[in-house]
């Protein structure tokens, strides 16, 4: 799929050769094996997001979806949670046939978080990207499985340099590492306040050649290829990012309204419809900044938020029974995190309500307007400057 006169370069990770694009991991249920097969099966690297995949499996929501106060509701959803894991990493190698690598997106911050690293790796998962916190301990959790490539998410070189430093103590050095721009990307992001997202200390320009400056004189040159990730939409902004030293980049919205993307056709429009005043930053219950999509809910929850966080306190139970999040700011009434069970409206994202749900998006225009494309067609405008049909 990379012709020479591309002026792209390929890469290698996990004994691979690779296209150099990866689809990030989406949650909740937004890249799940559909999507993550269909990247790969191109020579991408398709990356499932791990959290509550159940929803995207009739017989296990059916289980699980009405638990509540039973003693072993948690447990119950968490297993069917595995299941649903298992069977999207098999849904995804199927679609792949061979090719790309499937990768598992674990945020750090989840309470599952150990859980779900060790099902990605049991299930045959290739590769595991953590982010949402810094993953110090992934290296001892992934011991078993010495040939799945470990590539954490950062945003600046600091971040880098201590990951790193701490990991070669272990003796094993990131497979890749993901610099996710806050400024950039959707979802959550990786700067401790809405006011820092923009800083330039982020901006790729700066960070990727601090990076590589620090391997150089860590004496890990060329062994840890960087992943540039946020607002990514053209062939030109994988050149001048692999000019700077980047060996891939990773897109999230692009793929995210792709035919093959697991979420409902709303969901997508939702994405493809918005205009860059319709997005906003703000403080999710997890503590960290996002980025998502000023919905008819999101607009009201930020006009009640002020009153939300007076009224913070610690809850008798999670409202999901099952605690995704290690530290969440409704279940514990942490006032100055967000006052929302996200598992609750990213799945109303997921199933397309689109007055409930709250919609992460990136903060890029995207490469084909507001249209709903595949995933070949986008491979080939990223790849080639190939325009679909209809928008040439
Ligand atoms: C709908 C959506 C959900 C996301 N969920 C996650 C997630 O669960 N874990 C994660 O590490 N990144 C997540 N991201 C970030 C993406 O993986 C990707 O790095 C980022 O969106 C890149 O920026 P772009 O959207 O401008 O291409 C999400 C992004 C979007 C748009």
């Not at 090719?99 to 599952?112: F, P, S």
């Not at 953590?130 to 959790?141: C, F, K, Q, S, Y």
């Not at 997921?350 to 494309?373: E, H, S, V, W």
Request: aromatic share 6%.
């Amino acid at each position: 799929m990379l012709s020479h006169d591309s002026g792209l370069k390929p890469w290698h990770l996990g004994g691979k050769d690779l296209i150099p694009v990866v689809q990030g991991g989406m949650g909740v249920c937004v890249s799940a094996g559909g999507l993550a097969g269909a990247v790969a099966s191109m020579g991408g690297v398709g990356t499932l997001s791990s959290v509550d995949l159940r929803r995207l499996h009739p017989d296990l929501m059916a289980k699980t979806g009405h638990l509540d106060k039973e003693p072993d509701a948690g447990a119950q959803i968490d297993a069917a949670n595995l299941e649903a894991l298992d069977r999207e990493i098999r849904r995804a190698r199927e679609l792949a046939q061979g090719r790309g690598l499937l990768a598992v997106n674990v945020m750090k911050a989840l309470t599952a978080y150990e859980t779900y690293v060790h099902q990605a790796l049991a299930s045959g998962a290739d590769a595991l990207v953590v982010g949402a916190g810094l993953p110090l301990d992934l290296p001892e959790l992934a011991k078993d499985f010495p040939k799945a490539a470990l590539i954490p998410i950062l945003s600046d070189a600091r971040g880098v340099q201590l990951l790193v430093r701490k990991w070669q103590k272990k003796g094993r050095l990131p497979d890749a590492v993901v610099i996710e721009h806050p400024g950039l990307a959707g979802g959550h992001l990786g700067a401790a306040k809405v006011a820092d997202l923009h800083d330039t200390r982020f901006d790729f320009e700066v960070v990727i050649p601090q990076a590589l400056a620090f391997f150089k004189t860590a004496g890990i040159e060329r062994e840890i290829p960087l992943i540039a990730a946020g607002g990514i939409n053209c062939r030109e902004d994988i050149l001048r990012l692999q000019a700077l030293g980047a060996s891939a980049v990773q897109l999230g919205t692009a793929f995210a309204v792709t035919h093959e993307c697991d979420a409902d056709p709303a969901f997508k429009k939702v994405l493809a419809d918005a205009r860059p005043e319709d997005l906003v930053e703000f403080i999710s219950v997890a503590g960290l900044p996002a980025r998502a999509v000023r919905t008819p809910w999101l607009d009201k929850y930020l006009r009640l938020e002020p009153k939300l966080q007076n009224a913070a306190h610690v809850k008798a139970k999670c409202n999901m029974s099952f605690d995704c999040l290690a530290h969440c700011g409704l279940r514990d009434g942490v006032a100055s995190m967000g006052q929302f069970c996200i598992d609750q409206q990213l799945g109303h994202a997921f199933d397309g309500d689109t007055r409930k749900g709250l919609f992460f998006r990136g903060a890029a225009r995207l490469p084909f307007g507001n249209q709903i494309r595949s995933v070949q067609e986008l491979m080939q405008w990223l790849l080639g400057g190939v325009r679909p049909a209809a928008l040439v």
